[in-house]
């Protein structure tokens, strides 16, 4: 029987995030091996392990795999979150993309200084209500079904409730006013392998601080 997948990352969300969250909601059991100094980040960039000498990285099934959307794709592949056929992946990759474009804001969101933040914040909270979440919205009431497309889970889906979570974090109200992403984050939020990664002590990662940005600065900078 092959091994658990094995993470490698510093001990922060970051590009890593939607991995764990599509891991934990799959329910498949995953080590992690954290990059906590800056020499562990030579070692590991000067080992021949990273093809880009970049992470994320996933050790899964033999393979040392990198770049998030390939580690995702692969996962979602591997555990039956990616549709039934081609129309259905096209489909999935394409919201996937939406939530990638807004998660993007939230990931390097602790990022900016000080004066920025505020332009920053506001720029997300127009993108998310104007922009990408009508868009959710209105597949979801299109089809009247639980899930995004198919009616059955995928990663599309999981990916569209991590960002959800990361954003209300940033703006508490941002889905207030779009009962079916409600929903949709309710559902997969019942799941019980969602809400096992929900509750403290999970290897779910808290926000960024700036204790943490500090830390990773002197690791990757």
């Known amino acids: 029987m092959a091994g658990k997948p094995k993470l490698h990352y510093f001990n922060g969300r970051g590009r890593m995030e939607s991995i764990r969250w599509l891991l934990a909601a799959a ?10 100094t800056r020499e562990d980040w030579d070692r590991i960039r000067n080992d ?19 770049q998030t959307r390939a580690i995702i794709n692969y996962i979602a592949s591997k555990q039956n979150l990616y549709g039934k056929d081609m129309k259905e992946r096209a489909l999935i990759d394409m919201y996937v993309e939406g939530v990638a474009d807004l ?33 959710f919205e209105k597949v ?15 990663k599309a889906d999981i990916l569209l409730v991590e960002l959800l979570y990361n954003v209300e974090e940033l703006d508490p109200g941002a889905i207030t006013s779009f009962p079916q992403l409600q929903a ?5 939020s019942s799941l019980p392998t969602v809400k ?8 779910r990662k808290p926000p960024m601080d700036e ?9 990757f900078m």
């Open 27 to 36: 329910g498949v059991e995953f080590e992690e091996k954290f990059i906590e």
């Open 103 to 135: 998660n993007e804001m939230t990931i390097v969101f602790p990022m900016h200084p000080p004066g920025v933040k505020e332009t920053k914040l506001a720029e997300l909270k127009d993108k998310a209500k104007n922009r990408y979440f009508p868009a």
């Open 48 to 66: 021949g392990s990273l093809m880009y000498r970049q992470v994320p990285m996933v050790e899964i099934d033999g393979m040392k795999l990198v």
């Open 140 to 154: 979801l009431k299109s089809h009247g079904q639980d899930y995004l497309v198919g009616n059955k889970l995928s």
């Open 184 to 188: 949709l984050k309710t559902r997969i």
């Open 196 to 203: 096992k990664f929900l509750q403290p002590g999970s290897q």
């Open 211 to 219: 204790k943490m940005l500090e830390e990773a600065k002197k690791i």
